[in-house]
């Protein structure tokens, strides 16, 4: 049982969700316990047997994943996560509860990356997460996707370039988390000029409200434009209480209504400005949230 967590942590950065990743490590449980006690004493290593299975439902996951999405009202967007404190077990006190400890929070769960990740084919992430992330070796990668180490390198290698290609230099914790403050600040006061001043002129902003809320169904791009719906989504909110917290490890904002969240804001920042917003709406990604 000591390997819950470190299987949690592998199938949510493999399907960034952790609903999913809850159920697959249920599932690779429920394998290993369906085995007679004799079948369970044969296998030498319990934790490489638990992450081979765990790792290859995932890898079944993902490939049905995509067709879903397909289906799925509007854009997806992975799953928000608080930082450790912040967890809920659904009790309407907030008390944080087993979760708290669930998901280690680093590079590898920041919404950028997780976003990439989302680019991947199913074969290209698994190995990627599994070699670079949690450092199994080639050989092992091979065994658990069943392919040759010399494929599964080179399935590592495209997903290192797809990283290279959509990230942009790192800009310091700090000076991130000052942008993402001026940036409350100017959606609060509704200064449309101050968020644009804010907004790279490129700026793309992605919601997700999976059809059970409204959301804008498409990306929006341009400072203005983005700054535009802001302003008028802040607008129609007068009661929407606005707070710092931190999302997938990063500087982040949760607005809140009565109390209750009702979106959690992912940026990307490069420099002084931000580049991507992602705004997740959807209440099913939103249940580890405090609720006060």
């Not at 967590?5 to 809850?22: H, K």
């Not at 199994?136 to 069943?146: N, R």
């Not at 992605?206 to 700054?227: K, M, N, T």
Request: glycine share 6%; aromatic share 6%; with cysteine.
């Amino acid at each position: 049982m000591s390997e819950r967590r470190q299987l949690t942590n592998l199938a949510y950065r493999l399907l960034g969700s952790l609903a999913d990743a809850e159920d697959v490590v249920q599932e690779t449980y429920a394998r290993w316990y369906a085995m007679s006690p004799h079948q369970r004493d044969a296998i030498e290593s319990p934790g490489a047997w638990l992450t081979t299975v765990a790792s290859r439902i995932c890898l079944d996951l993902l490939g049905s994943a995509r067709a879903r999405r397909e289906r799925y009202v509007g854009e997806w967007i992975p799953e928000p996560l608080p930082e450790r404190t912040e967890w809920t077990n659904g009790r309407s006190d907030g008390v944080a509860a087993d979760p708290a400890d669930r998901v280690t929070l680093d590079e590898s769960i920041n919404m950028a990356f997780l976003v990439v990740l989302e680019s991947m084919t199913p074969a290209e992430r698994v190995a990627f997460i599994l070699h670079d992330v949690f450092r199994y070796s080639f050989a092992e990668v091979a065994e658990i996707v069943g392919r040759t180490p010399a494929a599964c390198r080179q399935l590592a290698s495209s997903a290192r370039r797809r990283l290279r290609t959509s990230q942009a230099p790192a800009t310091p914790a700090a000076r991130r988390a000052d942008v993402v403050r001026d940036f409350r600040q100017a959606w609060e006061a509704k200064d449309i000029e101050a968020l644009i001043g804010l907004l790279d002129p490129d700026v793309t902003a992605v919601s997700d409200g999976g059809g059970l809320v409204s959301a804008e169904l498409r990306p929006i791009r341009g400072g203005e434009q983005v700054a535009r719906v802001l302003v008028d989504v802040a607008g129609r909110a007068p009661n929407l209480t606005i707070l710092e917290r931190t999302v997938n490890g990063q500087p982040g904002l949760v607005a809140q209504l009565d109390g209750v969240t009702v979106t959690v804001l992912a940026f990307d920042v490069a420099g002084d400005r931000i580049t991507r917003i992602w705004a997740v709406r959807n209440p099913e990604k939103l249940r580890t949230w405090t609720t006060g």
